[in-house]
């Protein structure tokens, strides 16, 4: 549905019902006891739909939609899989404004689940009914108290934060994180297989939505990328953040995944990548996303300003020692603020530290020396914000009244965020969604507060796009004796590997293949004058695992180097090609890769290598497409500034090098976009003439491009 004119428009009577009909009603069943709960008091007109005459619950029942005796906003389904196919069809022939689907048994069943979700897709297609689901727990609507929900309610407070989730377990999870930071919520929504409704839809809806302030998703894979980057481009626009959990980061958390919705995740790094590019907030973990949501959303969105240095002003000597554990190299800076050194001295004579600073009970029953040293913090240049750690629990209300005054106007008057937290990640009282004011928020826990400032520079830091320019002219597909078998599939031959990447201007280092040592002798001089050269297994994806490669060779022993080789090459099965390169001296290393198939897209990598990983420890990326200044960004990024200046006595790197490098990878994945799996150029060396290409890998794509070549077998 995304991308369709009755997409979110037509979400309105789902998500805001005002009649609903239950199908399904059992009081024997659990899970329609816990449904039709929630809906008994609702504000609702309420029908309930059981194939057995009489009542449930108190009241009459119907024995289909169609004697409901016209079209509801909402139809709760709580049959099974083939049962609601059926509601659904009966739903759209009747013009009612969605259907919530809670079984499973559709895509994520194999076949026959996957032929059923396109039964039921295409009933709801015909007549542009929305569906939340199959496989879901259903939606709540907070601000109108409207549940079609087989969880336990959760009393969380009505307010501007909404939530899509693949998950309804962890939709659940999410709302009772906003109810112990007394974080009000708008919609929770649990998306499931998104057979008809798709994410992008419902963010759209909720960009729309006057009353939803921050846009919270949790996800296990993006079904259609594109869609939901336009929508989060549509919510940036209308100045409501986007935060995203994106499950399955490591290997095990993947296959959880795959068996639990049918969906392949891909990297997550990948989508590290596109969330920083297009200025979503990303969490790791659901504490980690209402802690990001709940800054956002208490601080007026004209008010935002990336937040990259803080002071902690803390409640006793313990916790300002405390605070400087917690955040030492976390998400912003604690800076030591020597310049206010003094003036902080003025106020409370004998201050060691400033950042943090302990606020002493001296300070804390004056209220002049309260309100002057916020004063003196919030107009501190080098601050963006302004964290003061005191008691925020239900019983503490009296008692934060000392801070709240002061904490309020000296917001007020900054202009830069003050967030008051607890030390402990205790529930927040009820009584702080009345006590802020304009740039005052409330945190849960140290750590909580500052997470959630780092994601207001998230949130305003997108990324450039790369300007859209002409697509370079395509690659033909290789000839099929430059295809060989190797260890990790299809992959171009290191001759022909070598050979492309020279034309397309990259310098590679000298090289000779041999399929025989003894054509050597007359080949040497191929390599120019060297004294020692590299000797290795050419056609062979991870010959260092093998043990197939040799430095420091000198000529004369290169045929005898080369006949060991192809003795390792026969023992494990591999192509005995050995490829002979003179061995070259640089100042560092670097690696530059292309991967043509990600759940995103394309993406171009880069990274130092040899003993600059364990000084940069940063691996750099781009979606495709890239260009010069998205390549600079890269470097910037890179981690290697002492490098490009001059590392140790030595010269800096020629910045400009690498970044010709890194764009004509990335241009030349792009041109052979038809059967180019991925490259790894790796090592390049540089030197001062530049960066040289050592050696490289292309993989083959299995397509109809090369499906034709007589891929060349092992000997």
Not at 320 to 340: C, F, K, Q, Y
Not at 451 to 462: C, E
Not at 511 to 533: C, H
Request: with cysteine; aromatic share 4%.
């Amino acid at each position: 549905m995304a991308g369709s004119e009755t997409g979110a428009g037509s979400l309105g009577r789902l998500l805001n019902p005002a009649s609903v009909a239950v199908v399904g009603v059992s009081e024997r069943r659990p899970m329609s006891n816990v449904a039709v709960g929630h809906l008994l008091a609702a504000p609702v007109e309420l029908h309930l739909v059981s194939p057995r005459p009489g009542s449930a619950y108190g009241r009459a029942t119907v024995a289909s939609l169609r004697a409901v005796g016209g079209p509801v906003d909402a139809v709760l389904s709580l049959v099974g899989a083939a049962g609601s196919v059926g509601v659904v069809e009966e739903a759209a022939r009747l013009g009612c404004g969605g259907v919530v689907v809670v079984a499973s048994g559709f895509g994520e069943a194999g076949d026959e689940g996957r032929e059923r979700q396109d039964r039921l897709a295409r009933a709801a297609a015909g007549a542009a009914l929305p569906v939340c689901g199959p496989n879901c727990t259903g939606l709540v609507n907070v601000t109108s108290g409207v549940s079609l929900f087989t969880g336990t309610a959760v009393a969380v407070p009505a307010g501007g934060v909404s939530l899509v989730s693949s998950s309804g377990y962890l939709m659940r999870a999410v709302m009772a994180a906003a109810r112990e930071r007394n974080l009000g919520l708008r919609l929770a929504i649990s998306a499931g297989n998104e057979a008809v409704t798709v994410l992008a839809d419902y963010l759209d809806f909720l960009v729309a939505d006057p009353l939803t302030r921050v846009i919270t998703v949790v996800i296990e894979k993006l079904r259609d990328p594109a869609s939901f980057f336009a929508a989060v481009d549509r919510a940036r626009a209308a100045g409501k953040p986007v935060v995203v959990l994106k499950l399955g980061r490591s290997e095990r958390a993947r296959a959880i995944v795959r068996s639990h919705t049918g969906a392949l995740t891909g990297e997550s790094w990948v989508y590290d990548l596109a969330f920083r590019a297009a200025g979503v907030v990303d969490a790791r973990d659901v504490d980690d996303l209402m802690d990001r949501a709940a800054i956002l959303a208490q601080l007026p969105a004209h008010r935002l300003r990336p937040v990259e240095r803080i002071a902690v002003i803390a409640s006793s000597g313990g916790v300002a020692a405390l605070a400087s554990d917690v955040l030492a190299g976390g998400d912003v800076e604690t800076p030591e603020l020597t310049e206010i050194a003094d003036e902080v001295r003025a106020i409370i004579p004998g201050a060691e530290v400033v950042n943090p600073l302990d606020l002493t009970g001296f300070v804390m029953a004056r209220r002049e020396s309260l309100d002057a040293v916020l004063r003196t913090y919030l107009d501190a240049e080098a601050l963006d914000a302004v964290v003061v750690t005191w008691w925020l629990d239900e019983e503490d209300r009296e008692r934060a009244e000392v801070l709240l005054g002061p904490a309020r106007e000296a917001a007020r008057r900054a202009g830069k965020p003050v967030v008051l937290t607890t030390v402990q990640q205790s529930r927040l009282g009820s009584w702080t969604s009345t006590a802020g004011g304009p740039g005052l928020a409330f945190a849960r826990g140290l750590g909580g507060a500052v997470r959630g400032l780092a994601a207001i520079t998230r949130h305003l830091s997108p990324q450039p796009r790369a300007r859209r320019a002409a697509p370079p002219r395509p690659i033909p597909p290789p000839r099929p004796g430059d295809v060989v078998r190797g260890d990790a599939g299809p992959m171009l031959s290191f001759a022909a590997t070598m050979t492309l990447l020279a034309e397309r201007g990259l310098t590679v280092a000298p090289w000779v293949v041999l399929d025989d040592p003894a054509d050597w002798p007359p080949r040497a001089g191929a390599l120019g004058d060297g004294a020692q050269v590299v000797v290795k297994l050419a056609d062979v994806a991870h010959r260092t695992e093998l043990g197939a490669v040799r430095l420091g060779v000198a000529p004369g022993e290169v045929a005898a180097v080369a006949a060991e080789l192809q003795e390792i090459a026969a023992a494990h099965g591999v192509r005995r090609t050995v490829a002979v390169q003179g061995q070259l001296a640089g100042a560092g290393e670097a690696f530059v890769g292309f991967q043509a198939r990600t759940d995103l897209g394309p993406v171009v990598v880069a990274g130092l290598g040899g003993i600059l990983v364990e000084l940069t420890r940063a691996v750099v990326g781009r979606l495709l497409p890239v260009d010069g200044p998205g390549v600079e960004s890269m470097l910037d990024e890179l981690g290697g500034a002492t490098v490009f200046r001059g590392l140790r006595a030595a010269g800096g790197w020629d910045r400009a090098a690498l970044a010709r490098v890194v764009l004509a990878v990335a241009e030349l994945g792009v041109a052979g976009a038809d059967w180019i799996g991925s490259i790894d150029v790796n090592p390049l060396i540089y030197s001062p003439s530049g960066c040289a290409v050592v050696d490289a890998l292309v993989l083959v794509e299995e397509t109809a491009a090369v499906a034709g070549a007589a891929v060349a077998a092992g000997s």
